[in-house]
């Protein structure tokens, strides 16, 4: 928009906040939807393992690679790229292929005409879990179920993955991302909106425990795990500068700093966070002992928590479905919100 447009107000309130959505998008998916989330700005999921952290990194791809309309149908993604780099060398790419037909077929209502026959069928209550595992596979593997496929693989292209094995190789992927996305944006026609970092501690403590050795000769300045991370950080902005993006990371940590090694082990009740927070002599007040760089702690701009509860959510008879607690420490916000995870996403449960 020029000045003098601006200037003369021959926008509307409405058209006005159109086009600021249509420019600079929101990340509205649970449990990142409390905070407005915008280019530029480094997210961190923080969280003990196997708390869903790589999940919600999935969900938020599956949302930024569908369209918002398709056909059609209204599908409400932002139709942009994903580069997810793997450092954990875990990812389940069935995870994600299995979440975005679920989403693909969702709007369509394929899913829900064949869970509404299965439930007949079975002359048992709906269960989402147990109908969208069986859908998934009986007719994913028939190669016989309702969706379209062409959407489907032009998703899957927009998500970019690149694994990892240490931190030179994750250095040499950052310095070189800025050819590989050009050439990306070229090809789609569409720009980079989200880059995922699976999990940013992945090296630390290798590198922590390793001498570096000088490269290309003893002039040259000799890595250590803190030029590292000065490294990680100036590479990150200088691709944000070029590909204005969404920064989210997943970091494992150890909750409860009031127990000892074995006590935090073995209790599975943790203490209330604001509990641990008093505790914690740091000036962050963290729930846990931050163990990344400083040059790292002060390039964050949001922080996560999420964790396992001790309480389940009953869906079906005898069965449960784990239930997972978030909180945002930056900023800090005075509630947290419940949620499941479900094959199609996760899912805020009052």
Aim: glycine share 4%.
């Amino acid at each position: 928009m020029t000045p003098k447009r601006w200037i003369d107000g021959d926008e509307s309130a409405a058209e006005m906040l159109g086009r600021v959505a249509a420019e600079r998008p929101f990340l509205l998916i649970p449990p990142l939807h409390r905070v407005p989330l915008r280019v530029g700005n480094v997210v961190e999921l923080v969280g003990p393992s196997s708390s869903a952290k790589t999940l919600i990194l999935i969900q938020a791809a599956v949302n930024c690679i569908l369209p918002k309309e398709w056909n059609g149908v209204h599908y409400g993604g932002l139709e942009r790229l994903v580069m997810f780099l793997d450092l954990d060398c875990r990812f389940d790419v069935l995870r994600l292929s299995e979440m975005l037909k679920l989403r693909i077929m969702e709007p369509n209502g394929e899913f829900w005409r064949w869970c509404s026959s299965f439930t007949k069928k079975k002359n048992e209550e709906f269960s989402f879990d147990i109908a969208a595992k069986t859908f998934c596979s009986a007719k994913f593997a028939l190669g016989s179920m309702n969706y379209d496929e062409g959407l489907f693989n032009l998703c899957m292209r927009r998500f970019l993955y690149v694994r990892c094995y240490d931190s030179l190789q994750f250095l040499a992927t950052l310095k070189t991302m800025h050819y590989r996305l050009r050439k990306e944006k070229e090809e789609h026609h569409v720009s980079i909106y989200l880059l995922m970092i699976d999990s940013i501690g992945s090296f630390h403590w290798i590198d922590r425990g390793s001498t570096f050795f000088p490269l290309g000769g003893e002039k040259r300045k000799r890595l250590s795990l803190q030029s590292v991370s000065d490294a990680v950080v100036q590479e990150i902005r200088k691709l944000q500068l070029v590909h204005p993006m969404l920064v989210i990371t997943t970091k494992e940590i150890i909750l409860g700093n009031a127990y000892g090694a074995y006590e935090a082990k073995q209790n599975t009740s943790f203490p209330e966070v604001s509990d641990l927070r008093n505790s914690t002599s740091n000036t962050q007040q963290l729930p846990y002992r931050e163990y990344m760089p400083s040059v790292w702690q002060s390039f964050v701009t949001h922080k996560l928590l999420v964790r396992a509860s001790d309480d389940h959510l009953p869906i079906r008879h005898h069965e449960e479905s784990s239930l997972y607690l978030s909180e945002w420490l930056l900023p800090s916000l005075s509630f947290r919100d419940k949620f499941i995870v479900k094959d199609a996403g996760i899912v805020i449960v009052s």
